[in-house]
């Protein structure tokens, strides 16, 4: 979570050269008052400007600075991000843009725009399209999420829900797939070439070795499928052997589990036991007086305190049982283990027993044939183009081995790709939050007494049902009731930031919110939803309507001009 304690600017806009400060954390709601052109909007562009280098409002930047004094613009923002302490300070003849954690400044190395991408990504981790949805909500410049573009609001949602990271994952994945895709074509160009000097080498071979020559070769040839074929056949044998003894290890405490079992069991029988004479002692005392045996009567607090132990003991006992059911799942999980490994004990063995009859078949082959050759007299003649074709065989395999792995390869990238598309995870995570979306901001529109039904599908398109359930757009309703919509969407967004603790901060400003388009009536219930969220927030509302709500916050802030310049009053 962001928590923003204080931000101060001078020279800024129509500050003078003297530090205007405000504390951000210090009251849970402030109410910001002052005559028009007195500086109260100038808070939004300076938190703005520190954090992201741009004004809030339509602004040049050249405009921020100070006419009168023309220099030294400086803004200063301080917040928290989880222990961690930062203050970015950005200013503007002399331009200036710092970053400081824990009260040391990072290193300038890089560029300022990489130095800005760092800000937003690894420290904020917030754009300001996003902040302005979250953080912000102005009059004047705020574009509504409802207005914005299916791709913009695709956007603000993927940063709300953390989810950018697969949008990045997938432009690296693009990257890989063409140079797959560009190794995989070189590589069975290679393989074609190495393909075409065999047959050629063959060839030759065969128009000039005599038919005994070409019989031993192929004999030769044999061998040495049969030899690696075997090595093959012995490497799994001794993975499948690794897996049998390490599932017999799995299964050594078999006899020790079938200990606990029979005595968890007959823990269970004798406590069962016990609950049953307890109960029947219970209701001993329960419902007779007098002593069946002496006749006697039972005295009331004697009663009273035995039917009290023994229910404690009762209790204590189920308590047992309880314990003893957590015990029983636990055996009876590693029975179950168990069981399985001894099924895949048998299965591997099985196979051993099916290589070891391979590598026995294989041997007997490999024999014949070296006694084939021996008979056929001879020594091999090891020319030159016997070592090439070796030698080029060897390189197929190579080059072979290197295309299944890119095949592979290739198989696991489509299957990323495919996941990492718009269509993919992220769609499944946004499908999980859509209804919960829905539901806040349906919430959220009944407490400020607008009921309509509103509902975002998976493109983020509204569909709202009003009055007769009939079917509406955003742009159907008047500034009033789309102004109920966008504080809805707004405290939705906030609500989702915070259970996802992606874009969650303390800080929520709204400008001139009062002053436009909400009526007696929607201010007041939008005021209960802000007293609800002050619990864990610090919101700042700018408005004309001072008299009207100083009674209404915790704190108050007036702008005010004196001279040329704008101060707090």
């Given amino acids: 979570m962001i928590n923003f304690r204080l931000v101060r600017w001078k020279n800024f806009l129509s500050t003078g050269n003297v530090f205007t400060e405000v504390k951000l954390d210090k009251s849970k709601s402030t109410l910001i008052v002052g ?234 029988v004798r406590l069962w036991d016990r609950m049953f004479l307890l109960e029947k002692e219970i209701k001993f005392f329960h419902d007779n007086e007098n002593c069946p045996t002496c006749k006697q009567g039972i005295a009331h607090d004697f009663k009273e305190s035995t039917i009290s132990n023994k229910k404690d003991t009762l ?60 008979s056929l007299a001879i020594e091999q003649d090891t020319t030159e183009s016997t070592a090439t074709l070796l030698a080029l065989k060897e390189e197929l395999a190579e080059i072979e081995a290197k295309r299944e792995m890119l095949s592979k390869r290739n198989a696991v990238l489509s299957a990323a790709s495919a996941l990492l598309k718009d269509g993919g995870i992220k769609t499944k995570i946004i499908r999980q939050y859509i209804p919960i979306m829905n539901k806040l901001i349906n919430k959220y529109l009944a407490a400020m007494d607008f009921f309509v039904h509103f509902e975002l599908d998976e493109q983020f398109n509204e569909k709202i049902k009003s009055r007769f359930r009939d079917e509406f757009s955003y742009n159907s309703f008047s500034e009033g009731e789309k102004m109920r919509i966008n504080l809805a969407v707004l405290f939705t967004w906030r609500a989702i930031a915070k259970m996802r603790n992606s874009a969650t901060t303390n800080l929520l400003i709204m400008d001139e919110v009062f002053d436009s388009s909400l009526d007696g009536v929607g201010t007041d219930e939008f005021l209960k939803i802000l007293n609800n969220l002050t619990a864990d927030n610090n919101t700042f509302i700018i408005s004309h309507k001072g008299d009207a709500l100083y009674d209404k916050f915790h704190s108050i802030i007036k702008f005010e001009k004196q001279g040329n310049f704008s101060k707090i009053a």
């Fill in 315 to 374: 209790a204590s006992i189920k308590e047992e049982l309880e314990v003893i059911d957590g015990d029983q799942a636990q055996v009876t999980a590693r029975l179950d283990d168990i069981k399985h490994n001894r099924q895949g004990m048998i299965k591997i063995n099985e196979h051993i027993k099916v290589i070891l009859a391979q590598i026995e078949s294989e041997k007997r082959s490999y024999k014949s044939l070296e006694t084939e050759n021996a």
């Fill in 35 to 268: 005559q028009n052109g007195a500086g109260k909007s100038t808070i939004l562009d300076a938190i703005s400007f520190a954090l992201y280098n741009k004004p809030f409002r339509k602004i040049n930047k050249p405009q921020l600075i100070n006419s009168i004094n023309n220099k030294d613009a400086v803004v200063e923002i301080e917040f928290t991000v989880g222990r961690d302490e930062y203050k970015v300070v950005r200013g503007i003849k002399p331009n200036l843009f710092e970053i400081y954690k824990n009260g040391a400044m990072f290193n300038q190395d890089s560029a300022n725009r990489d130095y800005q991408d760092f800000l937003e990504k690894s420290i904020l981790k917030l754009n300001h399209r996003s902040f302005s949805q979250v953080v912000v909500l102005g009059s004047s410049t705020y574009v509504p999420f409802m207005q914005l573009p299916a791709s913009q609001r695709r956007e603000v949602i993927e940063d709300l829900l953390d989810i950018q990271i697969f949008t990045s994952m997938n432009n690296i994945l693009k990257e890989k797939v063409a140079s797959n895709k560009t190794e995989v074509a070189d590589t069975k160009y290679a393989a074609d070439l190495c393909s075409e000097k065999i047959a050629m080498e063959q060839k030759y071979l065969a128009s000039v070795r005599k038919d005994k020559d070409s019989r031993i070769e192929a004999n030769k040839a044999k061998i040495k499928e049969i030899a690696k074929t075997i090595v093959e056949l012995r490497e799994y044998l001794q993975g499948y052997q690794h897996d049998y003894i390490t599932l017999e290890l799995d299964v050594s405490d078999e006899n020790e589990v079938l200990k606990k079992a029979n005595e968890l069991s007959d823990n269970r």
